[in-house]
């Protein structure tokens, strides 16, 4: 039996999931081959950002969101004496319409995001079925799938997303290698109830002991997570008992009031995959990076991924932009992804380092500099569709208002692109233009003050256009920029083209 769809997702965690979802409500047809059985029932990742949370909330899920989710409401860096280098507050309510940092059970999270996808006509994931092949053909991919019940079929899709995790195989059989960022190393996460112990006081700690650095956060209900560097003459099988646990982390998880769900060894890396895009087949996820957890951007930067490659998918698969227009999903992604590895990769550095005086030295100079080690503001986007290269304020993140009635302004949006405009500088916008856009269907063009002004006011301008990403597309200061911005957007162009060559 072969079955063909626009998509084929390769892998069926929340990267891979929310790929589904959005490609679902986009209205393609999408396969998701996820080779376990049942859903992972402990948690790797545990940390989103407001603009995470804004892309989930696009799958109509925000109040269930909300409800398994927790404000990570501070953050601390603490050395060998135990003093507290850096306290920072971290439960501000962000430009997102979300707060900047949230702290989650993954399991909770990625059952509301399955359930998006059982929902959905035109997506399904299929549990419990291996890739054991990909390759690209004309006019798309080729993949060859097992079921456990070795059950064999070949799955036809005009793309496939690579989803498939830092072991991604269909990475190494691309013969795609990596980029190294930083140092390597070995540690031992912790994650379980806590119950009757008072844990740290603040949500997030950075333990830069050089005895043993460590990290602690505060999750959802009872939950929380530990993380400890292991050391040259740790005995792996010794490490993860209660009494060692209890040993490490210096009493703060008690072997009599810690019950653990979750104990492994995984490394600390920093990898950038060379390529992100091979033929029809793209990486997503830690398939194509991977970070420490330092400022636990590990899934905000795979859902990032999706977010900004399956609205560029179902323009190219309208007739809307060319094949060449999916280049620039690694060309605006891979740099900032490897913004946030290099980060944390450097950030680790500092963290993880057993010399005595190399801590002394951190320590001193944190002491004098506590903002140095503050979470770094995200960057723009690499080139692709936006004006960064002339206009700094394009490339960006744009703001998501709460309106009046408490609507997040998304909600009303949905996925297209935004215009933003003071009236006045829409009132002297060409009619020819008015018309494109009051007929444009990707296009939602918003003049109320009510709704607007927060957006022109982040940037300092008079008209902003935002892509389905929330991105900023440009921002305009005069008709003429406007002008511009406006036929940029690729169905608008084309609308423009079609006109012209009709006449």
Not at 97 to 122: C, K, M
Not at 376 to 405: C, F, N, W, Y
């Amino acid at each position: 039996m072969n079955t063909e769809v626009d998509v084929a997702v390769i892998g069926g965690g929340p990267v891979g999931t929310t790929a589904l979802a959005l490609l679902g409500r986009l209205g393609l047809t999408a396969v998701g081959l996820e080779k376990d059985e049942e859903m992972w029932p402990t948690a790797r990742a545990v940390h989103l950002d407001g603009e995470t949370m804004r892309t989930l909330q696009s799958l109509g899920i925000a109040e269930e969101l909300a409800a398994v989710t927790i404000p990570m409401k501070d953050v601390e860096i603490v050395n060998e004496a135990d003093e507290v280098l850096v306290h920072a507050r971290t439960d501000r309510f962000g430009d997102q319409a979300w707060n900047d940092h949230i702290s989650f059970h993954q399991p909770d999270v990625e059952r509301l995001i399955r359930e998006v996808v059982a929902t959905t006509p035109g997506v399904e994931l299929r549990c419990g079925t291996v890739a054991t092949g990909v390759r690209n053909v004309d006019g798309g991919v080729e993949v060859t799938t097992m079921a456990k019940d070795g059950t064999e079929e070949v799955l036809r899709a005009r793309w496939v997303i690579a989803a498939d995790g830092a072991r991604s195989s269909v990475r190494h059989a691309l013969g795609i290698q990596g980029d190294k960022y930083g140092q390597d190393a070995q540690w031992l996460v912790v994650d379980g109830q806590l119950v009757g112990a008072p844990g740290c006081a603040a949500d997030m700690v950075q333990f830069g002991r050089y005895s043993r650095p460590a990290l602690w956060l505060r999750l959802p209900g009872t939950r929380v997570r530990m993380e400890f560097m292991l050391m040259p003459d740790d005995d792996p099988n010794e490490i993860v008992t209660p009494a060692a646990v209890e040993r490490i982390s210096r009493g703060i998880l008690p072997a009599d009031r810690f019950t653990p769900d979750r104990q492994a060894i995984y490394t600390f890396r920093g990898r950038i995959a060379q390529q992100w895009r091979s033929g029809n087949i793209f990486l997503a996820g830690d398939a194509a990076h991977q970070a420490p957890p330092l400022f636990g951007q590990g899934l905000c930067a795979g859902l990032r991924d999706i977010a900004n490659l399956a609205w560029k998918l179902d323009l190219v698969k309208r007739g809307i932009a060319g094949d060449e227009f999916l280049d620039t999903y690694e060309s605006e992604r891979k740099p900032h992804a490897t913004f946030w590895v290099e980060t944390a990769a450097n950030q680790a550095v500092v963290i993880q380092t057993t010399d005595p005086k190399v801590a002394a030295g951190r320590d001193e100079y944190i002491r004098a500099n506590p903002g140095a080690s503050a979470v770094p503001t995200s960057p723009a986007l690499g080139p692709g569709l936006h004006v960064g290269d002339t206009d700094e304020r394009a490339g960006k993140l744009g703001i998501q208002p709460i309106l009046a009635d408490g609507t997040r302004l998304d909600d009303m949006v949905g996925a297209h692109f935004l215009v933003a405009v003071d009236r006045t500088v829409y009132r002297s916008l060409p009619a020819a233009t008015k018309t494109l856009l009051d007929e444009d269907g990707d296009v939602v063009t918003l003049l109320d003050p009510l709704k607007v002004e927060q957006i022109l006011a982040s940037v300092g301008a008079k008209a902003v256009v935002l892509r389905p990403d929330h991105y900023i597309l440009g921002a305009a200061d005069s008709p003429a920029d406007l002008e511009r911005l406006v036929h940029a957007i690729p169905s608008v162009a084309r609308a423009s083209t079609l006109t012209a060559t009709t006449r």
